[in-house]
Nanobody
Framework: QVQLVESGGGWVQAGGSLRLSCAASGVIVSINVMGWYRQAPGKQRELVATITSGSSTNYADSVKGRFTISRDNAKNTVDLQMNSLKPEDTAVYYC???????????????WGQGTQVTVSS
C-alpha cells in the first residue's frame, strides 16, 4: 500500500507565501518523478511543477519565477514553495508520484488526496 499525504495548504492574502509538503510512504522501491497538480473549481486539473529523481524541474508558465519545487529522495518527500501568490492560484493542490513498489512491477502514478489553497485579493 502506498500513501501520499499532503500538508501545508490554507488561506493567504495575495502576495503572500505558502509551502506545501508531500510525503510518500509504504512499499516503494524507487520514485521517478514527483510533482504537483492543481484543480480550480470548474476547471481541469493542471500541471504545476514536477521534479525528477535527478532534480530536473519543470514548471507551468503561470508559476515560473514564483513557485519552487524541491525534493528529498532519502525521505520520499516533495515540497512546493509558493511565493507572490495570486487569487488565480486558488485551487486544490494534488501531489503525484510516479513510483515502483516492487522490482518486477512497472512504475505507476499515485496521487494524494489534495490540499486546499485559497488566495484572497
Amino acid at each position: 500500500q502506498v500513501q501520499l499525504v499532503e500538508s501545508g495548504g490554507g488561506w493567504v492574502q495575495a502576495g503572500g507565501s505558502l509551502r506545501l509538503s508531500c510525503a510518500a510512504s509504504g512499499v516503494i522501491v524507487s520514485i521517478n518523478v514527483m510533482g504537483w497538480y492543481r484543480q480550480a473549481p470548474g476547471k481541469q486539473r493542471e500541471l504545476v511543477a514536477t521534479i525528477t529523481s535527478g532534480s530536473s524541474t519543470n514548471y507551468a508558465d503561470s508559476v515560473k519565477g514564483r513557485f519552487t519545487i524541491s525534493r528529498d529522495n532519502a525521505k520520499n518527500t516533495v515540497d512546493l514553495q509558493m511565493n507572490s501568490l495570486k487569487p488565480e492560484d486558488t485551487a486544490v493542490y494534488y501531489c503525484i508520484a510516479n513510483l515502483r513498489r516492487y522490482y518486477w512491477e512497472r512504475s505507476s502514478d499515485y496521487w494524494g488526496q489534495g490540499t486546499q489553497v485559497t488566495v484572497s485579493s
